[in-house]
């Protein structure tokens, strides 16, 4: 067999670019109808990227062989072929070329808009994003990414259908000038191996991700809670014993912000909407009282999968746990006059102690309210177990409340 084509059969590097190309789309299908059924994770990340690794790679072998056969003569159709089955071939061809680019570039452009995370290809380097992030068109872009793919599905079983009637009923060479000479029982079993694939990959694939985090991680390992679980509290009115001045917060002004990073690639969100009590006097901290009950439903990162998964259980569990309370238990104020409030945090159903760096700026009857922290989010189980060991394990958090006297 020689590398180039001729008059009559297909050179072994046209060969090679079509069966490499049917093999990982057959894989590559079956691994983007199974990826539904999994639950979000890094373990499930793992089976996206390489969803994704598989899509560039088709799209690069698609242009290897489109520049190939610029350069490479083309079998002429059997002579037994009539002319509008030549026509039909050649309009079925070229629909399939634009279907190997069109597939993948929309699967691109779908990842670009999520833009959940850095796209590597099989993790050797980066990919680039093709647009910049953006939520209101990336359902449309993946809606036409299924289209394009069920479009790929069916005019590619059309082509295998037209060469299995050449080879059965016309019984001409159509098919075998295409099939490696001393492979074809071993490209048949592979071909079987990847349809059966279809019926045996999903099931597997969902059992994967069982929900929930792992026994043996939740029990022992860095995600183990480094306080124990306290039922939450209700939301404290300010005790009696407060006598610091009492502060209104500024709703419009005010933010509760938030960073994280994501396999490197950093993020920052905040929470939209949170009720916050607040008593403050330097000069009566032990009459002082932060108690804040947040809105958890409201974390906005500005990615909607991201802030879905946030809602979920693996997270803030939103719809089970809809808020999260802090509520001051002391004040504590350096040599150096900085003063730092210790309290507790409540998260879903677990409770750990919380120390806030307070900077605190008056002027009249109008103040500013600083405070910052860094929350370790296995103290409250976000994010247990190994599915997510990507995401740092330490939040800095940042709150900045416009005050003015009551």
Known sequence: MTLKSDTKTWGSLARFFHWAIVLLIL??????????????????????????????????????????????????????????????????????????????????????????????????????????????????????????????????????????????????????????????????????????????????????NPRGPRAAQAASGNDAPSTAATPAPPAAEPAAATSAHAWTVDAATSTLGFKGSFQGDGFEGTFKHFDATIHYDEADLAGSLFDVAIDLASADTDNESRDDTLKGEDFFFTSKFPKAHFVTESFEKAADGSVVAHGKLTIRDKTAPVALKVAFTANGSAATLDVDTVLARADWGLGAGNDWEGISAEIPVHGHLALSAK
């Open 27 to 208: 894989f590559e299908g079956t691994l983007g109808l199974s990826m539904g059924s999994l639950r979000r994770g890094s373990g499930a990340f793992l089976w996206f990227d390489l969803h994704k690794s598989i899509g560039i790679t088709i799209l690069a072998l698609a242009v290897l062989r489109l520049l190939w056969r610029a350069f490479d003569p083309h079998p002429r159709p059997v002579p037994t072929m009539p002319a509008w089955q030549a026509f039909a071939a050649s309009a079925g061809h070229a629909l399939l070329y634009g279907l190997l680019f069109l597939v993948p570039l929309s699967g691109w452009w779908f990842d670009s808009l999520e833009g959940l995370r850095p796209m590597t290809w099989f993790g050797l380097f980066e990919v680039p994003h093709l647009v910049a992030p953006d939520s209101g068109m990336k359902h449309l872009a993946h809606e036409v990414h299924e289209y394009l793919f069920w479009t790929l599905v069916v005019v590619a079983a059309g082509h295998a259908l037209a060469a299995l009637v050449h080879h059965f009923h016309d019984k001409d060479a159509t098919l075998t000038r295409m099939l490696p000479t001393r492979a074809r029982a071993l490209l048949g079993v592979a071909i079987v191996v990847l349809a059966a694939a279809l019926f045996v990959v999903p099931p597997v694939a969902k059992r994967m």
